[in-house]
């Protein structure tokens, strides 16, 4: 294993909170961000989960007869929950054979007349096939709703993701960019299907002191603590205890409860939002750059794959995703990475059918290819704080394994 150092690198980028930002303001962070991304009004929900089960429930109104949802067998478990609190059913679409994306022939199949919705994602900020999506959900009559919650700021042929679907969301929880500890941003094309979000949000999203409170406080404890030498503390230290746990479900935070809360977002922390917002373009900008000097020197790295957008697309980088040739050299490498502090993690650590704990919510389902992605993918952060000698030092390391 490679030593630990003092600090440690979070395993995203996460555009990190400053003082200033704590002190109350304008709480102008929908409209803000809807500005930078030239997006029509992004309406605030209090997670990427809670704005997708809104979405859902909008959608079913329109098509109450239609009850599955298919989304990748490879994604946030949240989903799942999602689907499944908005008394829907999952069902699962295999990827395409080492890639993130859906494959379209399976797509094509898990569709029929009880489609009420596809949900295509931009894992890890890459660029999915919404096209094939489109076609799919057409076809029978279906909606898309694009995953973009690990995706704020992608853009596809010029335009930011999720207006190319139905509906689309992006995440602000903790870790993915821009944060508020927890929330969510919806965004829709059409004037109307905005307006339905609108009001399925005002009638089942309620007030909550508590849940206010209780986020603010973690807020401010994001806010403390997401910096290297914090890091260790709320982030390092967890992970390692669970690794010898033999537990990589919560080292990776993968073990979500059944149901999400839903309530609305205090003026705080819109404002705080608001404020960080205001360095949101640079920072992304920032990682983009960082992400074109690295690539080079990732493919120059025999047996290694990094998942990269589709031509006329321009994806976010909270990380780079890798494929390695196979699990035992992807856990060999992992042994050597995911606890030094380096920012070297795990995305999701299995396919949705392989949680014991989902086993109520998502089918068991043969999804080779996305068992498959699971076994031979890593991740490298891609925080600025990962400097040209941790990011040589993580590549050495890989060059043993590929
Ligand atoms: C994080 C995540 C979600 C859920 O978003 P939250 O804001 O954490 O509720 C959904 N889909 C993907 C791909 C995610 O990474």
Redesign the pocket.
Known sequence: MLPRRHHELPPTAGLPLRLGDLLSGAATLAAQVAAQLGTPPLQLEC????S?LIALTALHELQPLRHQVVIPAF??P??AIAVHQAGLEVKLCDLRAGHYDMDPVALQAACNEQTLAIVP?H?GGRVANVDAALAAARAVGAYVIE?A??ALGARHDGRSVGLLGDVGFF???AG?GLSIY???LLLARDPLLRDRLARTAARIVPRSIGWECRRSLELLGYAALYRPRGLRLAYGNPLRRALRRGDPISAVGDDFPLT?PLHRVGRWRQAVGAHAAARLPAFLDQLSAQTQRRLPRLRRIDGIEVQDDPPGAHGSWPFLLLLLPDQQRRDAALAQLWQAGLGVSRLYIHALPDYAYLADVVPAQHVPHARDFAARSLSISNSPWVTDEDFEAICGALEAFG
């Open positions: 997670s990427g989960t809670a997708l994604t946030c949240l989903v994602t894992l995953d919650a690990q995440s602000l929880a993915k927890e929330g969510g999400v």
